[in-house]
């Protein structure tokens, strides 16, 4: 690995042109605006090593640990770049997730056994949170930890848990304590998959593709030293991971590229001559360039080194409810073919818009990341001081 | 809950409501669903038969062809069943529209048809779309013993497991109503080529090409305005059963999702305990009312014999049906959270079933706007 420069030293645009010009040049076109929103390791195994050659698979862990250290301005540019680009979303959990948490709460130790291993690929994390009683409500997580010598043993179950079957580690939210306050008596846990005890079972979403799983934990050994941090204290590390990254939530990056697909079918349809169409359309299109001004207000903060408040989940809420209108949009303009389930042929160069895959994919982020109810709940009580019943 | 309420002074509306959930209890609308889709079929035969058995295909066909001869009120009750089941092999499209067509053309032939579409024995697609749905350039060309069919349809419903093709055609000009049999004529003949692709609701939806395929005088089954009649008519009903399909549709999907919520604990409470869940709930409510209501005054403008007010009730029906179900099934869906992301929810084939009927036979807008069209053309008349 080479030394880097100090990017956050360069302007934006600076950094902007270095990242794009090598970016471009260097993730496969194949793998650009994927259909699949979350492909495997597999298959974007190549586009990994590139970037981890280059230095540049983890763009906010410092230096000193292999990222580029960069600060929150420079990595809003790279994400921005990455979505413009149509790069493919990598399995992201090692890089976003377990890292940064080691990173700031991990002993040396294991800092120094799982964080090369995450750029190297050869562990692949998942993230092991939502339960089937334990969703919105994540702090009644039920997965229990008993300590035993050396060992945690682990029984229970997780949910929904994004690739785990192409994973083998898992990052694992346990219960250690029974107590009064459900925040307390939460552990962090580093759990290899291949342990014995533990079962992955793939399931299908709407789209029939398995890309997330449940997973149980039969009596599963895990040594004591995987835990993160202290005992029962870890539902305060879990949160403390997101910090700036939350602006990410609402990045217009999933609406932006629905309504370039949107237009494409719209102009080979013949829609934009409809005047109904065209005023739905445009309110469309504003919507998201006000996405992009909201957007900023926020960059802006972080740029001049602020702190993001509550306030930022009115991205989300707004990015994943553009994101559904404009499928939605779509299934419109489609007419008699929104029946069709596979691609809509477009222009005769054997083009496609995906339109039914988009449609699916965008019931999603409404519900993940905290569901736009929870969001809206946050906002009420921490931004608009409104009183709990 | 939201159902379609009609008069029903003889009780046969309530035995026929019985006996489609009769046949639910027996038959899992969505496992039947999942098998089709999996094979890549395109009709259950089997499922087919029974509805045929139980004096479904042929419900308001008259008795000569085998049918039941019943009317609106009786096809509402029936495709709300089917909605409200997920009962989803293609009964508005398969068995109303070709079978109002075949009704209306009542000649000898078409009565032979129909009475094999009624008692399951003849699947008799209605090929007539275009790729984008509207009329299919089929073109029947020449005369008496050398006429020849071709052309490409799409949408046709049950392709694959066709046994006669009804060919809405044109011969300079004029429609010409063609039934061919669905495999290749007689060799040298020229050929019929049937290719499908993946539908949402998990039947296939096939692309049939006719090239220069021979034609006999006697196939040609009826010619002229009477075949453009007898098509708008059945589209007109075939409209008016997928508005009561759809309103069955999102009538049953909030009742699961007011079921979901009212057991799914969260905070330790019943997440249907929350009063924005309770309000998008009774949104899903009152669109399943207005979709019912929309359908019931239908069935009464149908009955009453006023063309006018009975075309205009039908083209609001469906708009609103659509729109509800494709809407209620949607919230349905987030209402669910992830378990609402899955294949294995049947939540989420209640919105891909929602989205097919819509897109059928026109979408709401457009629906809207021909109601809209007809209305200013009898006030402009009035005037
Ligand atoms: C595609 C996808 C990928 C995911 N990947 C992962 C993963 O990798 N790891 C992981 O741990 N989890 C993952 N999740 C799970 C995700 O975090 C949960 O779905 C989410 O927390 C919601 O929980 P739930 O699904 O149990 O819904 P529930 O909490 O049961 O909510 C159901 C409905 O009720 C509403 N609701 C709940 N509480 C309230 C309230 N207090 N007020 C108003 N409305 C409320 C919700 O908004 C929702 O509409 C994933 C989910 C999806 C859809």
């Known amino acids: ?389 | 809950m939201p159902k379609i309420i009609l008069d029903d002074p003889d009780q046969t509306l309530s035995m026929l409501r019985e006996s489609v959930e009769t046949l639910a209890t027996r038959v899992d609308g969505a496992a039947r669903l999942r098998r089709r889709r999996a094979d890549g079929g395109d009709l259950d035969r089997d499922l087919w038969s029974e509805m045929a058995a139980a004096g479904w295909l042929g419900l308001l066909l008259p008795e000569d062809m085998g049918g039941s001869a019943l009317g609106p009120a009786e096809l509402a009750v029936l495709a709300e069943g089917l909605g409200r089941n997920l009962l989803t092999e293609p009964f508005a499209a398969l068995a109303v529209l070709p079978g109002q067509i075949l009704s209306a053309i009542g000649t000898p032939a078409a009565a032979t048809i129909a009475q094999g579409l009624a008692d399951g024995s003849r699947i008799t697609p209605l090929l007539w779309q275009d790729a984008q749905g509207a009329r299919a350039p089929l073109t029947l060309a020449g005369n008496g013993e050398a006429m020849t069919l071709s052309g490409t349809a799409h949408f046709v419903t049950a392709a694959a497991s066709a046994t006669d093709l009804l060919v809405l055609s044109e011969r300079d000009g004029v429609p010409a109503l063609v039934v061919l049999p669905a495999r290749n004529g007689p060799a040298g003949s020229g050929g019929i080529t049937v290719s499908s692709r993946p539908g949402l609701d998990g039947a296939t939806i096939g692309q049939v090409t006719l090239s220069d395929v021979a034609v006999a005088q006697d196939q040609i089954l009826a010619q002229g305005t009477a075949v453009e009649t007898a098509l708008q008519a059945a589209i007109q009903i075939t409209r008016f059963a997928l508005a009561a399909e759809l309103a069955g549709v999102g009538a049953k999907a909030l009742e699961d999702t007011v079921a979901y919520t009212r057991d799914r604990v969260q905070f330790g409470q019943s997440i249907a305990s929350f009063q924005v869940i309770q309000h998008r709930l009774v949104d899903m409510w009152s669109d399943a009312e207005f979709a019912c209501s929309a359908v019931t005054n239908a069935v009464e403008m149908l009955t009453e014999d006023t063309p006018a007010a009975a075309a205009q009730a039908v083209l609001a029906a469906k708009a609103r049906a659509g729109d509800s179900a494709v809407t209620i099934t949607r919230r349905a869906i987030h209402l669910h959270g992830a378990m609402g992301f899955t294949d294995e929810c049947n939540i989420g084939l209640f919105n891909k079933r929602a989205i097919t009927l819509n897109a059928m036979l026109g979408q709401s807008e457009d629906l809207r706007l021909e109601f809209l069209a007809q209305e200013m053309a009898t006030k402009s008349t009035a005037a």
């Open chain 1, 1 to 389: 690995m080479s030394t880097h420069p100090d990017y956050n030293a360069m302007s934006d645009a600076e950094f902007r042109k270095i990242f794009r010009d090598w970016v471009d040049v260097n993730c496969p076109q194949h793998l650009r605006f994927m259909r699949k929103q979350r492909p495997t390791f597999d298959e974007v195994a190549d586009w990994y090593h590139a970037l981890n050659d280059k230095g540049w698979l983890s763009p906010v862990w410092p230096v000193d640990y292999g990222g580029m250290g960069l600060d929150a301005a420079k990595h809003i540019v790279y994400v921005e770049e990455w979505a413009r680009l149509g790069c493919p979303r990598i399995p992201d959990h090692g890089i976003g997730l377990t890292g940064p948490l080691l990173i700031e709460h991990g002993s040396d130790e294991q800092k120094a056994e799982f964080l090369p291993k995450i750029l190297t690929g050869e562990h692949v994390w998942c993230q092991g949170y939502s339960e089937p009683g334990a969703g919105s409500d994540l702090a009644s997580l039920r997965t229990q930890a008993v300590r035993d010598g050396d060992d945690f043993i682990v029984n229970g179950q997780k949910i929904w848990t994004t690739l785990a079957h192409c994973a083998n580690w898992i990052l694992l939210l346990v219960r250690t304590t029974k107590s009064d306050k459900r925040q307390h008596g939460i552990t962090v846990l580093l759990v290899e998959l291949s342990s014995p005890g533990v079962l992955v079972r793939p399931i299908k979403n709407l789209r029939e593709e398995e890309d997330f799983c449940e997973v149980f934990f039969e009596n599963v050994r895990v040594p004591a030293r995987n835990v993160v941090g202290e005992v029962d204290v870890g539902w305060a590390l879990a949160k403390s991971v997101l910090g700036h990254e939350r602006i990410f939530l609402g990045a217009p990056s999933r609406p932006e590229y629905a309504l370039t697909r949107l237009e494409i079918l719209a102009r080979d349809r013949g829609a934009f001559e409809d005047a109904a169409f065209r005023s739905r359309y445009a309110r469309l299109r504003l919507d998201l360039y006000d996405l992009g001004s909201a957007f900023e207000r926020f960059a802006k903060v972080l740029r001049e080194g602020g702190t993001l408040g509550a306030d930022v989940s009115v991205l989300k809420i707004f990015c994943s409810e553009l994101y559904q209108r404009i499928t939605e949009e779509m299934l419109t303009v489609a007419g008699e073919e929104a029946r069709y389930y596979d691609d809509l042929p477009v222009g005769d160069a054997g083009g496609a818009i995906d339109v039914m895959n988009l449609y699916l994919d965008s019931r999603a982020p409404a519900i993940f990341g905290g569901s736009n109810e929870i969001q809206r709940g946050i906002l009420a009580k921490a931004v608009l001081g409104l009183p709990s019943r």
